[in-house]
C-alpha cells in the first residue's frame, strides 16, 4: 500500500501515493495546493491536486497473514461490523500516546487501533463520503 490517500480536486476520485504540499512563492507558510502522487504500473509519473481535507495517512496496520490493512486516517470502523447499531469509531492518530487509535464521534477514545482489529472492528466507510453514519450514532 502507499503512504497517503486523497480525494482529486478534479473528479472527485481516490488517488494514493505521496503526498506533498505547494507553497507560495511569497511565503513558505501559505499552501496553495495539496498532491498526491505516485509511478503508475506502465512507469508514468502521476500527480493530482487533492482535498487538503481528505488526505489520510495510511496506518500501517498488518493482518495475521502480513498483508497490509486498507485503513486510513479517518476512516471509519463499526465493532461487530454486522449491527446495525454497533457503536462506530473513526481512525485517529493520536500525537500524546504516539498511536493510531478509534475515537467516537464526541471525541472518545474507544480503543487502540491493534486492539481494534484483534476484536473484530470492521471498516464501513470514511468519513468523508459516509458521514450519514456517523449521524445515527
Not at 480536486?9 to 512563492?25: A, Q
Request: proline content about 3%; glycine content about 10%; charged content about 25%.
Amino acid at each position: 500500500m502507499r503512504p497517503y490517500i486523497g480525494k482529486r480536486v478534479d473528479n472527485g476520485e481516490w488517488v494514493y501515493g505521496d503526498c506533498h504540499k505547494e507553497f507560495s512563492e511569497s511565503s513558505r507558510y501559505t499552501t496553495i495546493g495539496v498532491y498526491i502522487s505516485y509511478i503508475s504500473a506502465n512507469g508514468i509519473y502521476k500527480e493530482y491536486e487533492v482535498i487538503p481535507e481528505t488526505v489520510g495517512q495510511s496506518t500501517g496496520l498488518k493482518d495475521k497473514s502480513g498483508k497490509e490493512l486498507d485503513w486510513w486516517k479517518g476512516d471509519l470502523l463499526r465493532k461487530g461490523a454486522a449491527h446495525p447499531y454497533a457503536p462506530i469509531g473513526i481512525i485517529i492518530y493520536d500525537e500524546q500516546s504516539a498511536k493510531w487509535v478509534i475515537v467516537s464521534k464526541s471525541g472518545g477514545e474507544f480503543c487502540v487501533l491493534v486492539e481494534a482489529y484483534k476484536n473484530g472492528w470492521k471498516k464501513v466507510g470514511n468519513i468523508h463520503d459516509d458521514h450519514e453514519l456517523l449521524e445515527n450514532t
